[in-house]
């Protein structure tokens, strides 16, 4: 996988953008250092997912390196705006964009500079995550404000769906934010019962429904359970199996609507024996062996 990403095609089907940053944690995070473990741990997986039977050297795929990330500023706010701007500018040139965080802060910045880059869709959220990232952002933006900001900044909340709430994970009071907004929320218990694609499917359809022609998905890894999501500050106890997110990642890749993934929460420097990173370097391979069939339809003479 790593020397595919060093490709460097100039017409990319899907483009990285590094997002370094853990300022904005509220949580101790090092999450700055995760974009170049991540690069690292690709090396472990082939471009070959037996599963899907595709190799996804047949994508054209292009690295944007790292924004410049936040350790010198006293603040993640201007990384923010040079994450919004790397995103728009991936946009310009890349059908799907694949944001490497970084916390969780760089969801509102990446959505609005994917937003602004192709205005002339009609963007829905949807989020892989334990928590609804719905406090309010009295200090400012943090890793669990996203969701209440983009929202409060104009995005309709029934254009928002939550996969993998953890029944352990939010305070009342965010959980009764979300809710009131129309949020469409589906917790642990609904995936387990129902099955992680069914839940993925229903809550496309819910985005749909609103109205949303284009999504753009946070995969928080801390919605994977703890023992196998060491690295994430936030990740709890009971929470998904890395082959939900697996599975998860091959679904929402190979769905047309989806333009922008970000990956994120991860702190390389917690990390246990490579579990976390190797995880998300697995859970890129699987949503890029999703994209190939899209990428087929995209590059399909009309
Ligand atoms: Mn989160």
Redesign the pocket.
């Known amino acids: 996988m790593r020397e595919w990403l060093a490709r460097g095609d100039q017409v990319p089907d899907v483009s990285l953008v590094g997002a370094p940053i853990a300022k904005a944690s509220l949580s101790p995070s090092q999450a700055w250092s995760t974009p170049p473990a991540f690069r690292e741990a690709l090396s472990r997986f082939p471009t070959w997912h037996a599963a899907a039977g595709v190799d996804v050297e047949e994508l054209a795929v292009r690295d944007r390196g790292d924004v410049q990330g936040d350790r010198d500023d006293v603040d993640a706010s201007a990384a923010h705006l040079r994450i919004r701007a790397a995103v728009a500018a991936a946009a310009a040139d890349s059908p799907t964009i694949v944001v490497i965080g970084g916390d969780?802060s760089l969801t509102r910045p990446a959505f609005l500079g994917i937003g602004e880059a192709r205005a002339d869709r009609q963007w829905g959220l949807l989020?892989l995550?334990?928590?609804h990232?719905c406090r309010p952002p009295t200090n400012g933006s943090a890793?669990?404000t996203?969701v209440r900001e983009l929202i409060d900044a104009g995005l309709a909340g029934n254009r928002v769906a939550q996969v993998g709430i953890h029944p352990l994970g939010n305070a009342r009071a965010h959980a009764q934010w979300a809710a009131d907004h129309g949020i469409h929320i589906h917790g642990l218990d609904e995936v387990r019962a129902r099955g992680i694609e069914a839940v993925l499917t229903a809550a496309l359809a819910e985005l749909r429904g609103a109205g949303a022609d284009a999504v753009y998905v946070?995969l928080?890894v801390?919605v994977v359970e703890r023992s196998a999501a060491p690295a994430c500050p936030?990740s709890l106890p009971g929470g998904l199996s890395p082959a939900d997110l697996l599975a998860a990642a091959l679904l929402l890749g190979g769905e047309p609507a989806v333009g922008a993934f970000d990956l994120?929460?991860v702190d390389a420097m917690a990390d246990v024996a490579g579990i976390t990173v190797r995880l998300m370097a697995a859970v890129f391979t699987a949503l890029c062996a999703g994209l190939v069939s899209h990428a087929r339809e995209l590059r399909a003479p009309a």
Do not use: I, L, R, V
């Open positions: 969780n989020t995550d334990a928590h990232d890793n669990g996203p946070d928080d801390d936030a994120c929460e």
